[in-house]
C-alpha cells in the first residue's frame, strides 16, 4: 500500500498532459487545460516564460459566416498580476480599456491601466497584429516575468473582423502543487465585450444601450445564425491558444531543503529517577512539504519503547525523522 500511496503521489506531482480540447477545467471551466508539464521550482522563485499565441480559429471549426477575406488578431495583450488587478471578467461589464480594444484593438487604454495598477501587475508583453495561416499558426508573444506577489496570467486578443469580440484568459494561475509549471497550454474562447449589438463579423453594428455584461459564446449564447458553431452545431470548440514555457537560463537553481527541528521537537529526555541516562521519547516529528516555505507536523510511528535502552533495532525516533525531508516513515 505504501508503495502505490508513493507512486500515485509522483504521478501528482509530475507533469501531465491532455488531450486536445478535452474539457478539464482550468482556472475556471471555460479555461481548458491542454497541456500542463510540472516542475520542482517553488513559487517562492521568480520565473520567466517564454509565450505564443497560437490560432485556431478557422473556417473548418468556425464555418458560419466565416469572413472571406483577411481574418486577423489584433495584438494579444498579456499580463502577470496579483488578485488586485482584473483586466476582464465574465458576467461583469467591459471596462472603458477592454471596451475600446474589442472594438479597435488599440492597446492604449490597456496599458494605461496597467500603469495605474502599479504594484498589482509584474510584467506585460504583447504581439503583432496578424494574418494566421491556418490552424496551429502562432506569433509570438515574447516574455513574461512572474514572482510570488504576482502568480496570475490574463490575456486578451480580439478577432478581426468583429464588432466587440474577443478572445482570453481571466487570472489562469500557472501553479501545481506550490510549484510553477515548466509549460502550460492553455485553449481561449469567443466572448462578447457586450458593447455592440453585433451578430455578424461585420464590425459597423450600433452600440448596445444599455450596457450587457461580458459573456462567452456557447451553444446556448450564440446568435440564431449560429456564429462560432462547429459543423455539427453542438458545440463552440476554441478559437485560441496561449502556450508559455520556461526560460532556462533566468531560473535560480532552488534552495536545497533541509530538515527542520521545530522548538518543541526533542526526541529523547533524561530518566527521571536518575536524571543521566537518555531514553526515547515518542514524539511528533516536523518535516518539509513540497512548499520549502512550509513546515507540517506528522506523527513519527518508527520509535523504540519508553525503556532507557533500546529493545530491539527499530530506528530512535530522531532518526527517523531525519532520515527525509519529505515524509514521516511509518
Known sequence: MKFLFLINLFLAQ???AFTLDQNIPGSNDYQRRVQEVGSDIPVDVPVSYDCRFINRWTSSRHPNLFPPLREFWSRPFMVSHNKAYTMWSDDQLASKSVEIYARTGNTRQLQLDVV?????VKNVTKSITYEPSGDFDEVPMGQLELDNEHRLISTIA????????????????????????????????????????????NPFQPVSVPKVNIFRYTVGTVPENGIFLNTGRDDVLPVAQWRCDFIIDDIPTPPKKTCFEGGETKFFRYNPETGLIPEDRPQDCFWLS????????RHCRRK???????LDDTPLAREAC???????PL
Not at 495605474?116 to 498589482?120: D, I, P, R
Not at 513540497?290 to 507536523?297: I, L, M
Not at 523504540?304 to 533500546?310: I, Q, T, Y
Not at 531525519?322 to 514521516?328: H, K, V
Open 14 to 16: 509530475c507533469w501531465s
Open 116 to 120: 495605474a495598477a502599479k504594484t498589482s
Open 158 to 201: 480580439k478577432i478581426n473582423p468583429g464588432p466587440d469580440w474577443f478572445s482570453g484568459l481571466n487570472s489562469y494561475s500557472p501553479v501545481m502543487n506550490g510549484n510553477w509549471l515548466s509549460s502550460f497550454i492553455v485553449n481561449s474562447f469567443p466572448w462578447d465585450a457586450g458593447t455592440v449589438d453585433g451578430t455578424t463579423y
Open 290 to 297: 513540497a512548499q520549502n516555505s512550509k513546515v507540517q507536523r
Open 304 to 310: 523504540r519503547s519508553f525503556a532507557p535502552f533500546p
Open 322 to 328: 531525519r532520515m527525509t525531508c519529505d515524509t514521516c
